[in-house]
T-cell receptor, first 112, second 115 residues
Framework: GNSVTQMEGPVTLSEEAFLTINCTYTATGYPSLFWYVQYPGEGLQLLLKATKADDKGSNKGFEATYRKETTSFHLEKGSVQVSDSAVYFCALREGDDYKLSFGAGTTVTVRA | GAGVSQSPSNKVTEKGKDVELRCDPISGHTALYWYRQSLGQGLEFLIYFQGNSAPDKSGLPSDRFSAERTGGSVSTLTIQRTQQEDSAVYLC?????????????FGPGTRLTVL
C-alpha cells in the first residue's frame, strides 16, 4: 500500500535559517505529491504540489522537487520567518484516487 | 467565502458515551472527506462522500463509527460507545468536484478526548 515517511520533529530554527524537511514515499504507481501546512489554530492548507517526476512545486518561498529515483519530495526554504512556524505534512495521492495518505507531520518553530 | 467549519472545536467525553461531530463544507463543494489524526500519527482517511453516490466507508475503523451527509451539504460523524483509543483530532475536508483532481480544503478539526 501507499505510505509516506517524513522526518520527525520538532524542528527549531532561528529566523533566516535554512529549512529542510525530508519526505519519502512508497507507492505502487505514479502518485501526486503534496505538502500541507497547518498554522496554529487553523485548518490544513495546501502549500505546494507536484504531479509527475522532476516537477518542482513552489509557494511562499518553499520548494519541493518530485524525485522518482529516490522516491522523495523534500521540502526546503532558504530563509525562514517566524510566521513559518507550523506543522508541515507530506502527502501523496495515487493516480486518480481521492484518498490522501499523509505523513505524521513535522512541527517547525522559528525563533526571532 | 467561508471555509470548511467544524463543531465543536473540542469535545471531552466519557468512555462508552456517543458523540457527534459536525462538518459544514464550503458551499457548492460536492465532495466531502473525514480524516482522523491520532497522536504522533499522520492523517488517516475515514470516509468519502461524493454527491448522491454511495459513500466510501472503507476507512472507518469499526462499526461504532458512522457518518451521514444530509442534503449533499452538512455531514455528521457519529462515534458510538466511545473508547479511549478514539481520542484524536477529526478533520473534515471538501473539494469542488471529483476528488481525484481537486484540492481538498480542510477545516480546523475537532479534538476529541475520551476519558
Amino acid at each position: 500500500g501507499n505510505s509516506v515517511t517524513q522526518m520527525e520533529g520538532p524542528v527549531t530554527l532561528s529566523e533566516e535559517a535554512f529549512l529542510t524537511i525530508n519526505c519519502t514515499y512508497t507507492a505502487t504507481g505514479y502518485p501526486s505529491l503534496f505538502w500541507y501546512v497547518q498554522y496554529p489554530g487553523e485548518g490544513l492548507q495546501l502549500l505546494l504540489k507536484a504531479t509527475k517526476a522532476d516537477d518542482k512545486g513552489s509557494n511562499k518561498g518553499f520548494e519541493a522537487t518530485y524525485r522518482k529515483e529516490t522516491t522523495s519530495f523534500h521540502l526546503e526554504k532558504g530563509s525562514v520567518q517566524v510566521s513559518d512556524s507550523a506543522v508541515y505534512f507530506c502527502a501523496l495521492r495515487e493516480g486518480d484516487d481521492y484518498k490522501l495518505s499523509f505523513g505524521a507531520g513535522t512541527t517547525v518553530t522559528v525563533r526571532a | 467565502g467561508a471555509g470548511v467549519s467544524q463543531s465543536p472545536s473540542n469535545k471531552v467525553t466519557e468512555k462508552g458515551k456517543d458523540v457527534e461531530l459536525r462538518c459544514d463544507p464550503i458551499s457548492g463543494h460536492t465532495a466531502l472527506y473525514w480524516y482522523r489524526q491520532s497522536l504522533g500519527q499522520g492523517l488517516e482517511f475515514l470516509i468519502y462522500f461524493q454527491g448522491n453516490s454511495a459513500p466510501d466507508k472503507s476507512g472507518l475503523p469499526s462499526d461504532r463509527f458512522s457518518a451521514e451527509r444530509t442534503g449533499g451539504s452538512v455531514s455528521t460523524l457519529t462515534i458510538q460507545r466511545t473508547q479511549q483509543e478514539d481520542s484524536a483530532v477529526y478533520l473534515c475536508a471538501s473539494s469542488p468536484g471529483w476528488g481525484g483532481a481537486d484540492t481538498q480544503y480542510f477545516g480546523p478539526g475537532t479534538r476529541l478526548t475520551v476519558l
